[in-house]
């Protein structure tokens, strides 16, 4: 996009404004990973410690504030996230006693940046950091007790709940789907 997406705006309403909207409808607690004090009207902001690291970055800060045992990370450019699909996904993992991380495929595409993780799972995340990695799945690749599901196994939701928002293109062609 060029631009922070948390304030672009979705069918009238800013990205921050919808995710935050979402994820309240599936887990106790909310916040915002981030340095943006400026978001902190839509859920309390948790503030990174590492700049340029990424959705990683993120995922750390968010691990460390919790004082729960799971941390749900939905990032801001997937609008449409089915708040059915969260749920049944919460689910399984807390079904799961080996499970300390997760994240969905959906038609044969990975999303780890949409990821569940146990608070557990916070010093592989430093450590990884700290030796200067920042993708995602080289991350979870440490990580015991893996899961990557299929969004379609769960049988909730479509694949257009995970359309990504990426350019003004996907921003407007997102705007003119039926839902």
């Not at 106790?28 to 340095?35: L, P, T």
């Not at 729960?68 to 449409?80: A, E, Q, R």
């Not at 979870?140 to 969004?151: D, R």
Request: overall charge negative; charged content about 20%.
């Amino acid at each position: 996009m060029g631009q922070d997406k948390a304030l672009l705006r979705f069918l009238g309403r800013p990205l921050v404004a919808i995710a935050v909207e979402t994820l309240r409808a599936v887990c106790a607690e909310v916040g915002i990973s981030g340095n943006r004090d400026d978001l902190a009207g839509w859920a309390p902001v948790l503030h990174e410690s590492r700049a340029d690291a990424g959705p990683a970055a993120g995922i750390e800060a968010a691990l460390a504030a919790t004082r729960l045992d799971w941390v749900l990370m939905l990032p801001v450019d997937i609008p449409l996230m089915s708040t059915e699909l969260l749920r049944k996904w919460i689910e399984a993992m807390q079904k799961n006693a080996a499970a300390r991380a997760s994240y969905m495929q959906s038609d044969g595409i990975a999303h780890p940046a949409l990821c569940l993780v146990h608070r557990e799972c916070l010093p592989v995340v430093r450590a990884e950091l700290d030796a200067g990695e920042r993708r995602l799945a080289r991350i979870f690749s440490y990580f015991e007790g893996l899961q990557v599901l299929q969004a379609e196994e769960l049988q909730a939701g479509s694949g257009v709940c995970f359309t990504n928002l990426n350019t003004p293109e996907h921003l407007m062609a997102a705007e003119r789907m039926k839902y």
